[in-house]
């Protein structure tokens, strides 16, 4: 008989509660197969990496599928999948190798790890110069005995449970056996143990794609959505392990985990423009070659020198092209930074899934207070903000407001934190629905956007389950609109952005499939040319200068200038006017926040590896303080950074 369903986690928006210390960085990522973190999370796990965070990187499912290293040109062999399963983790080792700078057959320590309830797993572990990389494999089977997917079914089913595969060649020698509650507490017992200040997971929520039968086989994606089954599943209960890991801290009298999270795009990448130029795609693909193997290596194992249907140059003649792209799940534009009254300012963001503000010491000082708890959790990774004439700070969320599996709700709505005086304290939380009539729908929902038009009142956006944008208005008085779609019936990314012109219109832009759409007060414009990230704009006397990237692009795309603008990299950048022109803030090739102002650009190489997006804040100058431009984000180590490269020596 089935344990009884035990209840989900639950919302818990109080604030106060005392948040952990820590300034050492430790990334932790949760996938489903051998291989996911280096199509997806890449580059982002690489440049952590070169930072010297160390990793550890825990593959839920032994990835053994039909048990068959295909080879191209040659004759299938018989189903072994010990074997396979265990090729791939080789291919593993060979990849994370090259990405600690060592040659692919570097030698691994392979031991076990105790997880909770007496489980064990093997661990594969690596250090070089200081750098260190940790495997986790919990080996769960891809496929029940009646050939469901597994793990959407241990998501949804209380009564089934999973045996662990064995690898073969791995120390571990015994299979145990896992239901839902014990997974999530086996998850939950990983994170406590290493305490990760970054969390990276894949995406639990994935778009609503409709395809035919025969396409979406050929894709691999589950009926109705853009990603594998299994991704979706391992990321649900990814984030019910940390929402449990944050609880039971809380519960337990102690302090609140500092981490950022982040997740990941899966197959979405095959729909949309892919954004990776270059020499970045390059440096990506180069890490799945020794991933993918070939079946003439010698690598040491017997069962296998890696994932042969995935080495050479598969990974880019793809055609479903998953390496071409890296989309984060909840884009943001960094902190939300405001100037206090006194000069100093605030940045907010979201740690341990709840809200929170930190605080600069003094002004100008580019050093931050801990952070203040503001609660609200647990929240998506990114924050949505809005001044109002008065000062006054609103912050706009996606509360997981729940999040249980054994047929459980699965719930998200949008929140709001309205500040009761000009760099003061707040109200209580308050929620403003969904966009979206039903659970299922509404979890695919994105970042609220919002902005404060001239007259006071608040335009708030939210990219919907159709991939349009809905909009809701607070008035002046404080009451709010119903939603509505805004017209035009065309398909985005999300990632919009709002501003309001010298003549008082509100723009909003977003990256779609074939062009950039752009809505002028709520009605469609002329479309701009395809972007494959996020747009960034500027108000200008009579509408806004655009800046992003083309698709798979390094160069920068400027309408105010006409062309392209001096500035290469990748992914999203943000942009401000001041009296130099425009200011630029995003990534160089090499993933380095770079800054440009004035025809000249400013590159930050020192400080706490950055994660996610920066965000730009002009700072006016005066007594007490210098200004300019500065840089704000949040570093590996879950402590925000300050970056004042014009006026001072970064800190």
């Given at each position: 008989m089935?344990?009884?369903?035990?209840?989900?986690?639950?919302?818990?928006?109080?604030?106060?509660?005392?948040?952990?210390?820590?300034?050492?960085?430790?990334?932790?990522?949760?996938?489903?197969?051998?291989?996911?973190?280096?199509?997806?999370?890449?580059?982002?796990?690489?440049?952590?990496?070169?930072?010297?965070?160390?990793?550890?990187?825990?593959?839920?499912?032994?990835g053994?599928?039909?048990?068959?290293?295909?080879?191209?040109g040659m004759?299938?062999t018989p189903?072994?999948r010990?074997?396979?399963?265990?090729?791939?983790?080789?291919?593993?080792r060979?990849a994370?190798?090259?990405?600690?700078?060592?040659?692919?057959?570097?030698?691994?320590?392979?031991?076990?790890?105790?997880?909770?309830?007496?489980?064990r797993?093997e661990?594969?572990?690596?250090?070089?110069n200081?750098?260190?990389?940790?495997?986790?494999?919990l080996?769960?089977?891809?496929?029940t005995?009646?050939r469901y997917?597994?793990?959407?079914?241990?998501?949804?089913?209380?009564?089934l449970?999973?045996?662990?595969?064995?690898?073969?060649?791995?120390?571990?020698?015994?299979?145990?056996?896992?239901?839902h509650?014990?997974?999530?507490?086996?998850?939950v017992?990983?994170?406590?143990?290493?305490?990760?200040?970054?969390?990276?997971?894949?995406?639990?929520?994935?778009?609503?794609q409709l395809?035919d039968?025969?396409?979406?086989?050929?894709?691999?994606?589950?009926p109705?959505?853009?990603?594998?089954?299994?991704?979706?599943?391992?990321?649900?209960?990814?984030?019910?392990a940390?929402?449990?890991?944050?609880?039971?801290t809380?519960?337990?009298?102690?302090?609140i985990?500092?981490?950022?999270?982040?997740?990941?795009?899966?197959?979405?990448?095959?729909h949309?423009?892919?954004?990776?130029?270059?020499?970045?795609?390059?440096?990506?693909?180069?890490?799945?070659?020794?991933?993918?193997?070939?079946?003439?290596?010698?690598?040491?194992?017997?069962?296998?020198?890696?994932d042969?249907g995935?080495?050479?140059?598969?990974?880019?003649?793809?055609?479903?092209?998953?390496?071409?792209?890296?989309?984060?799940?909840?884009?943001?534009t960094?902190?939300?930074?405001?100037?206090r009254?006194?000069?100093?300012?605030?940045?907010?963001?979201?740690?341990g899934?709840?809200?929170?503000?930190?605080?600069?010491?003094?002004?100008?000082?580019?050093?931050?207070?801990?952070?203040e708890?503001?609660?609200?959790g647990?929240?998506?990774?990114?924050?949505?903000s809005?001044?109002l004439?008065?000062?006054?700070?609103?912050?706009?969320?996606?509360?997981?407001a729940?999040?249980?599996?054994?047929?459980?709700p699965?719930?998200?709505?949008?929140?709001?934190?309205?500040q009761?005086?000009?760099?003061?304290?707040?109200?209580?939380?308050?929620?403003?629905?969904?966009?979206?009539?039903?659970?299922?729908?509404?979890?695919r929902i994105?970042v609220?956007?919002a902005?404060?038009a001239?007259?006071?009142?608040?335009?708030?956006?939210?990219?919907d389950?159709?991939?349009?944008?809905?909009?809701r208005?607070?008035?002046?008085d404080?009451?709010?609109?119903?939603?509505?779609?805004?017209e035009?019936?065309?398909?985005?990314?999300?990632?919009l952005?709002a501003?309001?012109?010298?003549?008082?219109r509100?723009?909003?832009?977003?990256a779609g499939?074939?062009?950039?759409?752009h809505?002028i007060?709520g009605?469609?414009?002329?479309?701009?040319?395809?972007?494959?990230?996020?747009?960034?704009?500027v108000p200008?006397?009579?509408?806004v200068?655009?800046y992003?990237?083309?698709?798979?692009?390094?160069?920068l795309?400027?309408?105010?200038?006409?062309?392209?603008?001096?500035?290469?990299?990748?992914g999203p950048?943000?942009?401000?006017?001041?009296?130099?022109?425009?200011?630029?803030?995003?990534?160089?090739?090499?993933?380095?926040?770079?800054?440009?102002?004035?025809?000249?650009?400013?590159?930050?190489?020192?400080?706490?590896?950055?994660?996610?997006?920066?965000?730009?804040?002009?700072?006016?100058?005066?007594?007490?303080?210098?200004?300019?431009?500065?840089?704000?984000?949040?570093?590996?180590?879950?402590?925000?950074?300050?970056?004042?490269?014009?006026?001072?020596?970064?800190?």
């Amino acid at each position: 008989m089935p344990s009884p369903r035990r209840a989900g986690p639950t919302a818990d928006p109080a604030p106060g509660m005392p948040i952990a210390r820590t300034r050492r960085a430790q990334l932790m990522q949760f996938a489903a197969h051998p291989d996911d973190d280096l199509y997806f999370m890449n580059p982002d796990t690489q440049r952590m990496l070169d930072a010297g965070v160390p990793l550890v990187s825990v593959y839920v499912t032994a990835g053994e599928h039909t048990g068959r290293n295909r080879v191209a040109g040659m004759p299938e062999t018989p189903p072994d999948r010990a074997a396979y399963s265990s090729a791939r983790h080789q291919g593993l080792r060979q990849a994370y190798a090259t990405l600690l700078g060592l040659d692919m057959f570097a030698p691994w320590q392979k031991g076990v790890v105790t997880l909770h309830g007496g489980r064990r797993a093997e661990i594969d572990t690596l250090v070089h110069n200081g750098r260190r990389v940790e495997l986790i494999f919990l080996n769960l089977p891809m496929h029940t005995s009646r050939r469901y997917m597994a793990l959407p079914a241990l998501w949804h089913d209380r009564a089934l449970e999973l045996r662990a595969h064995l690898s073969a060649g791995s120390p571990v020698d015994r299979s145990d056996t896992y239901d839902h509650d014990q997974l999530v507490d086996v998850l939950v017992g990983l994170l406590d143990r290493y305490r990760p200040t970054v969390v990276q997971t894949l995406d639990p929520d994935p778009d609503i794609q409709l395809s035919d039968e025969a396409t979406r086989k050929r894709d691999s994606e589950q009926p109705g959505y853009s990603d594998h089954g299994d991704h979706t599943a391992v990321a649900c209960f990814s984030w019910e392990a940390l929402i449990r890991w944050v609880a039971g801290t809380a519960r337990s009298g102690g302090t609140i985990p500092a981490f950022v999270a982040t997740a990941f795009r899966g197959y979405y990448n095959r729909h949309w423009p892919k954004n990776l130029p270059p020499q970045v795609l390059k440096e990506k693909a180069g890490h799945l070659v020794p991933y993918g193997g070939d079946p003439s290596w010698e690598c040491g194992n017997p069962s296998g020198c890696g994932d042969y249907g995935v080495g050479g140059d598969r990974p880019l003649t793809n055609k479903k092209g998953w390496v071409r792209a890296t989309h984060h799940r909840w884009p943001g534009t960094g902190p939300a930074v405001v100037t206090r009254p006194d000069g100093r300012l605030d940045a907010y963001g979201v740690l341990g899934l709840r809200a929170v503000r930190w605080r600069e010491t003094e002004r100008g000082s580019g050093l931050w207070g801990e952070p203040e708890d503001l609660g609200g959790g647990p929240l998506a990774p990114a924050l949505g903000s809005a001044t109002l004439p008065d000062g006054r700070v609103l912050l706009f969320g996606v509360r997981f407001a729940a999040l249980g599996g054994h047929g459980g709700p699965n719930r998200r709505e949008v929140v709001l934190l309205e500040q009761r005086s000009p760099g003061g304290p707040f109200l209580a939380w308050r929620g403003l629905g969904n966009p979206e009539r039903g659970d299922d729908r509404g979890r695919r929902i994105g970042v609220p956007v919002a902005v404060t038009a001239r007259d006071g009142r608040v335009h708030l956006f939210v990219r919907d389950a159709d991939k349009g944008v809905s909009t809701r208005v607070r008035e002046a008085d404080g009451d709010w609109s119903a939603w509505r779609v805004l017209e035009g019936g065309v398909e985005v990314q999300d990632g919009l952005n709002a501003v309001v012109d010298g003549s008082g219109r509100i723009h909003v832009l977003a990256a779609g499939r074939e062009s950039v759409a752009h809505w002028i007060d709520g009605r469609l414009a002329d479309p701009l040319p395809l972007a494959g990230d996020p747009v960034s704009a500027v108000p200008a006397a009579r509408g806004v200068g655009v800046y992003y990237r083309r698709p798979a692009d390094k160069a920068l795309l400027s309408s105010a200038s006409g062309g392209n603008a001096s500035f290469d990299g990748y992914g999203p950048v943000a942009a401000a006017a001041d009296a130099d022109g425009t200011v630029l803030l995003g990534r160089d090739l090499r993933g380095r926040i770079q800054l440009r102002r004035g025809g000249r650009l400013w590159t930050r190489t020192q400080g706490a590896a950055p994660v996610q997006a920066a965000a730009l804040c002009l700072v006016p100058g005066g007594p007490g303080g210098p200004g300019g431009p500065v840089a704000v984000g949040l570093g590996a180590d879950a402590h925000p950074w300050l970056w004042r490269p014009v006026a001072a020596p970064q800190l």
